[in-house]
């Protein structure tokens, strides 16, 4: 079957215990479906639980009731063909370049000359073969966002999950990252699930934005997003189309942050 | 408007030179200040002695303490040569301090890889470390007899408690990020131990290392006090028995000197293992 979907969530509820023992309640009756080589972009208010859905395709977190799926098949444990790039730094600090680079393959039990042919590979498809001997510490946060996207497209995962990665870079540096991204997604073409609280970013890397409520996060609405591809992410959102679907996506969810936001004034 | 160059504004030269200097400057200050204490210190000290503001007999005096290590070291001690006192002294200490490192940095990380284990354990591992180390020297002395295996005992149990205790909560901190990241690239459970949780607990296993060598030697020391026939320990005991303060103090400079050249060691080790960690800028102001 050609059209099975790389990703699938079905009525997936996931409950959390919080340290003092009170249930939580992440997601409900969750519903998300990602076709092969689709990108799909994840908004919502902050802390509704939009990080859940990843750990949940990644199999760190299975769902209290419901059904995950990846590509056809029911999640058990970690699967090989998902690549995640996080929104923290998650480079290993007493490793340089090409060393964070190789981990991936290495621990997959490529030969190593083969590892590292790859690793220079990728490095200088991400613009840092200069850089290969360099200690993370040494580089930008920009720089060291190119080697976690190199560390992750170097599995060649089919299924791409992306939570907040460029959340913590400057508008610039986001800007030249959004273009990286598309570049080397266009090459691959996995499946992606983008998580963002930033809704131009989401429109403008995504084919079909999913909106969702405060927590415990649902499916408000979902959007396609028809814009063109190749896109010029620097340019795209003066664009007439991106700003009219920038409007009507925006409507929707202003009201759920303002929910998200009265809740966070009641508790504080 | 543009920047001109004027005779106040520095050239990157003098900034760094003038940079160079006060560094200079401020290191001598720091030797300087050093140095003055310590001729002070010792000096006030041979005095006091010397005019008997204190008892010569019981505090004895730098020149006493320095003459009492000439003649160790030219003559030899009461139990033999000196060199071969604190070789004993030195190789209790050190069998001490690797066995109990080596088995505290395998049981932290086990027990920090592992939450059942660590569970179970954790209530023998607050027993045990309840109990002042000391007092187990004479139990260790009536089953592992006078010679060497009563002392490394001691130092082990002295050293393992608080490396263990380190390599575990070293394990502990390791950054969640970096795990989740290391286990979808495709590690195992013994790759992610060696290549993530290892490297990152590191550096609170180095920090454990660096008192712990102290602790070897209290350890082998305290053992020797309780009975033995040579080492430092039965130095000083002698030297008590004698009433030979300049004795005692001299045994003590020797423990000092080594304690401190094995810290030298340990930073040196540290510095090159910990070569991935970012340096603190320079503030010239």
Known sequence: ?268 | MSITMDAATPTAAELEAKAQALKTSYKRKVYFWRTTILVLILGSWELAARTEVIDPFRYAMPSTIWGRLYEWTTEGTSEGSLWYNLWVTMEESLLGFFSGSAIGVLAGIALGRNQLAADVFALYIKLINSIPRVVLAPIFTVIFGLGLASKVALSFIMVFFVVFANAFQGVREADKAMIANARILGASDWQLTKAVIVPSAMSWIFASLHVSFGFAIIGAIVGEFVGARNGIGVLISVAKGTFDSAGMFAAILIVMVVALAAEYIMTALENRFAKWKPQAAMDNQ
């Not at chain 1, 998300?32 to 939009?50: L, N, R, S």
């Not at chain 1, 760190?60 to 009731?65: D, E, I, Q, W």
């Open chain 1, 1 to 268: 079957m050609t059209d099975t979907p790389a990703i699938e969530l079905r009525n997936v509820t996931r409950q959390f215990l919080s340290p003092d023992g009170r249930s939580l309640v992440a997601l409900r009756d969750f519903n998300m479906t990602v076709a092969k080589g689709e990108f799909a972009a994840v908004v919502g208010p902050t802390g509704c639980g939009k990080s859940t859905t990843l750990n949940l395709v990644t199999g760190l977190f299975k769902p209290s009731a419901g059904e995950v799926r990846v590509m056809g098949g029911p999640v058990t444990g970690i699967d090989k063909r998902i690549g995640f790039v996080f929104q923290t730094d998650a480079l290993f600090p007493w490793r340089n370049v090409i060393d964070n680079v190789v981990a991936g393959p290495l621990f997959r039990g490529t030969p190593k000359a083969q590892a590292y042919a790859e690793g220079r590979e990728w490095l200088a498809r991400v613009g840092l073969s200069k850089f290969e001997t360099l200690l993370p510490h040494q580089l930008s946060g920009g720089m060291r966002k190119r080697v976690a996207l190199a560390q992750t497209f170097i599995n060649k995962p089919e299924i791409l999950l992306m939570d907040e990665p460029f959340s913590a870079l400057d508008v610039q540096t986001r800007s030249i990252m959004h273009t990286e991204l598309l570049k080397l997604w266009s090459e691959n073409r996995a499946s992606v699930v983008f998580v963002t609280h930033d809704l131009e970013e989401a429109i403008a890397l995504a084919d079909k934005v999913y909106v969702l409520t405060a927590g415990p996060a649902t499916v408000k609405s979902v959007y396609e997003v028809k814009l063109p591809r190749p896109r010029n992410v620097a340019d795209i959102r003066y664009d007439k189309d991106f700003i009219a679907i920038s409007k009507r996506i925006w409507e929707d969810l202003k009201s759920e942050v303002q929910v998200a936001q009265s809740r966070q004034e009641k508790v504080a």
